[in-house]
């Protein structure tokens, strides 16, 4: 069980793994997947279950209307789960620590993990930018 939300763990196909991040796009996954297996981490993607939607409120008939067909459902985006099977990863400890690396050796910021920048701008502690 995990002390804060900020460290979770699941088993993702039957593996014990710290989550990295829930309901991620496919493009998420990628950039994060190669960062960590580039900082020696083994990951685990799973597609994440879908979200419970709730049971439509059918409205009541006035006289003289007639009854419509219900509005399709939204389809639902596929998006997954990643975890890595080191259980002392914390995400925010990896950033904030400055403990991970890009491909070409700067350090990951937290704009650069959360992808506002394509580049990681390590010249500033992170507290200052």
Not at 35 to 46: A, D, F, M, P, S
Not at 61 to 72: D, F, H, L, N, Y
Request: hydrophobic fraction near 45%.
């Amino acid at each position: 069980m995990a002390i804060n939300k900020n460290h979770e763990f699941e088993d993702l196909d039957n593996i014990k793994c710290s989550i990295v991040e829930k309901n991620a796009s496919a493009e998420r996954v990628q950039f994060l997947k190669d960062l960590l297996t580039y900082n020696k981490y083994e990951v685990v993607v799973v597609p994440s279950p879908a979200p419970k939607a709730a049971a439509p409120v059918a409205a009541p008939i006035a006289e003289g209307e007639t009854a419509s067909a219900p509005a399709p459902a939204p389809v639902a985006l596929s998006t997954f789960t990643i975890g890595v099977t080191d259980l002392r990863f914390n995400p925010t400890n990896a950033v904030f620590g400055r403990s991970l690396h890009t491909i070409d050796g700067r350090i990951v910021t937290l704009a650069y993990w959360n992808q506002e920048q394509a580049v990681s701008d390590d010249t500033l502690p992170y507290f200052i930018s």
